[in-house]
T-cell receptor
Framework: AQTVTQSQPEMSVQEAETVTLSCTYD???????LFWYKQPPSRQMILVIR??????QNATENRFSVNFQKAAKSFSLKISDSQLGDAAMYFC??????????FGPGTRLSVLP | GAGVSQSPSNKVTEKGKDVELRCDPI?????LYWYRQSLGQGLEFLIY????????KSGLPSDRFSAERTGGSVSTLTIQRTQQEDSAVYLC???????????????FGQGTRLTVV
């Protein structure tokens, strides 16, 4: 069974600084998707970024980028120029063909003014 | 609707009563998921529906939990004889299955907060 691990229960970052959230996963599949979701206090899960495993190029969405290391099964999220609105729980997730999404335990990010 | 809709938003029930939670997925989405999230915790997978295939029920914690999806659209999660440990936020999500590469990202509803007293 696939598993997703986030080793940082909590992180903090100064406003305008950069922070990296870690994620590792375990799978025997070669084709799959990886995701980062954000959950603010409103509890609405919001997709931040998505990576297809067959793509070598790291995904980027504005201030958010990933470092995808397929061989190491690592998928970290970098947030640049952190803003107060980035404060939330961040979940790393895995999905492959025909199966459900497997989520990590989450990292709570605080942004300090 | 434009997004995944869940009802009710909040539900308080007495221990031992049955509850039904409803999820309206995004129109056209073939996959539907239920997750449970305890306070400050991650998402615990409950059940997964994909088109007309038999659902993946491997995450249901006990036989008090069941779910159905009628007409490939609306889903209802039923918890019988509720216990205090069932108190949590129940999240529903849907996604569009692309035949060649699997599911797109999951779109989530805002969840139902269940409190068993």
């Amino acid at each position: 069974a696939q598993t997703v691990t986030q080793s940082q229960p909590e992180m903090s970052v100064q406003e305008a600084e950069t922070v990296t959230l870690s994620c590792t996963y375990d799978t025997s599949e070669s084709d799959y998707y990886l995701f980062w979701y954000k959950q603010p206090p409103s509890r609405q899960m919001i997709l931040v970024i998505r990576q297809e495993a067959y793509k070598q190029q790291n995904a980027t969405e504005n201030r958010f980028s990933v470092n995808f290391q397929k061989a190491a099964k690592s998928f970290s999220l970098k947030i640049s120029d952190s803003q107060l609105g980035d404060a939330a729980m961040y979940f790393c997730a895995y999905s492959n063909y025909g199966q459900n999404f497997v989520f990590g335990p989450g990292t709570r990010l605080s942004v300090l003014p | 609707g434009a997004g995944v809709s869940q009802s009710p938003s909040n539900k308080v029930t007495e221990k031992g009563k049955d509850v039904e939670l409803r999820c309206d997925p995004i129109s056209g989405h073939t996959a539907l998921y239920w997750y449970r999230q305890s306070l400050g915790q991650g998402l615990e997978f409950l059940i997964y529906f994909q088109g007309n295939s038999a659902p993946d029920k491997s995450g249901l914690p006990s036989d008090r939990f069941s779910a159905e999806r009628t007409g490939g659209s609306v889903s209802t999660l039923t918890i019988q004889r509720t216990q205090q440990e069932d108190s949590a936020v129940y999240l529903c999500a849907s996604s569009l299955k692309l035949s060649a590469v699997g599911n797109t990202e999951a779109f989530f509803g805002q969840g139902t907060r269940l409190t068993v007293v």
